[in-house]
């Protein structure tokens, strides 16, 4: 498939292939500096719970390499700062926070001088986008229970490798069963209002030869009603202790049509994503997002000037609504360990 959404330069730095330009333009950024990343994670260059954290972890590093010369108390100052810095970029995904957590803990942990810091640093990066490749694999597999020859697949965003540091996690398991010769179809919804389905979703789909069919958001209802759907596959940017799930907005709406007409609905996360000190939904904090991605999709006017738009990034879907988490320990049902 050859997709990927980030990447150590040689120079060092944190390579990311930016998204907002997918599908028109493969272009890729080199950064070396905490707010370029911040901005980067914020804008959507790289985005997916998974991959903000890992490329907060790699950015990180990047980012420490010009303070070497610092004596080790104010080197571990800009890292905690850093570290800040890059937790608060985006309040819903458990990830990030978690990513930036283990960094601050492992360069508090090590000891020596700041060199030692810093590689020490550099190895927790990479173990922690080791680690999510591994997760993604696992879930993939654990998966495959739930498809089988001729499945019709249901996602919503974008769950593949652009949005983890493997091939995916939803989409993951869809990369599994075409490698494993089973033969699926992808029913794609858009992804309003910036298209993730449409323009990121579709192009990993296509360039891994995998059947698929976009369709607008809000005709997912008649297509369940239609019967051609056999199964729906969402991620989650965070799993609250009793099962309730954040994921992009438009999922929720997706959980009640599928328990309306039937079709199984799991989520389908890495354990990073689970959030054991949440209790539930409404302790997720919700990103609020700019007026102008409803009002000026991708560039374009389409409401008149000064119109409000209410535009959050994700929505809570019940425990209740979820048949299963598939996770890289196999597929689970609340409560949680």
Same mark, same amino acid.
């Given at each position: 498939? %050859? ?11 944190? &390579? ?10 493969? =272009?890729? /950024?080199?950064? $070396? #500096? ?9 804008? /959507? &260059?790289? #985005?997916?719970?998974?991959?903000? +954290? ?11 390499? =010009? ?18 810095? /890059? ?5 819903? @995904? ?6 930036? $957590?283990?960094? #601050?803990?492992? @360069? ?10 810093? @590689? ?12 999510? #490749? ?45 490698? =494993?010769?089973? &033969? ?24 891994? +030869? ?19 759907? $056999? ?51 409404? @302790? ?7 007026? $102008?991605?409803?009002? =000026?999709?991708?560039? &374009? %006017? ?36």
């Amino acid at each position: 498939m %050859q997709v990927r959404a980030l990447e150590w330069a040689a120079s060092g730095a944190l &390579r990311i292939l930016d998204q907002t330009l997918l599908p028109a333009e493969e =272009r890729w /950024l080199e950064l $070396d #500096r905490v707010d370029a990343v911040v901005e980067a994670i914020r804008s /959507l &260059r790289v #985005r997916g719970a998974p991959a903000i +954290g890992i490329a907060a972890a790699m950015g990180l590093v990047a980012s420490l390499r =010009r303070s070497l010369i610092e004596p080790r108390e104010r080197f571990l100052a800009s890292a905690d700062a850093g570290c800040a810095a /890059l937790a608060a970029a985006r309040p819903t @995904a458990v990830n990030l926070t978690w990513a930036m $957590d283990r960094m #601050r803990r492992c @360069a508090r942990a090590t000891p020596g001088d700041v060199a030692a810091i810093f @590689a020490a640093l550099g190895e927790e990066a990479q173990a922690i986008w080791n680690e999510d #490749r591994a997760m993604c694999r696992a879930i993939g597999e654990h998966g495959q229970a739930l498809v089988m020859d001729g499945t019709n697949i249901l996602t919503h965003c974008n769950t593949g490798a652009l949005a983890t540091g493997g091939i995916g996690t939803a989409l993951g398991i869809v990369h599994v069963a075409a490698e =494993r010769g089973l &033969r699926v179809h992808v029913w794609v919804s858009e992804t309003r209002p910036l298209f993730q389905g449409s323009r990121l979703t579709a192009w990993e789909l296509a360039r891994a +030869g995998i059947p698929h069919t976009l369709l607008p958001d809000n005709a997912a209802a008649s297509l369940m009603g239609s019967g051609k759907v $056999d199964l729906a596959l969402v991620g989650a940017d965070r799993v609250a202790r009793n099962g309730d799930a954040a994921n992009k907005v438009g999922t929720y709406a997706l959980a009640l049509i599928a328990r309306h007409h039937g079709v199984p609905l799991y989520v389908v996360a890495p354990s990073s994503s689970f959030d054991p000190a949440c209790p539930g939904g409404d @302790a997720i904090p919700i990103e609020q997002r700019a007026a $102008d991605e409803v009002t =000026r999709p991708l560039g &374009r %006017q389409a409401a008149p000037e000064g119109t409000a738009a209410y535009n959050p990034a994700f929505d809570v879907t019940p425990a209740a609504l979820i048949t299963g988490y598939v996770t890289e320990n196999g597929i689970r049902t609340p409560p949680f360990d």
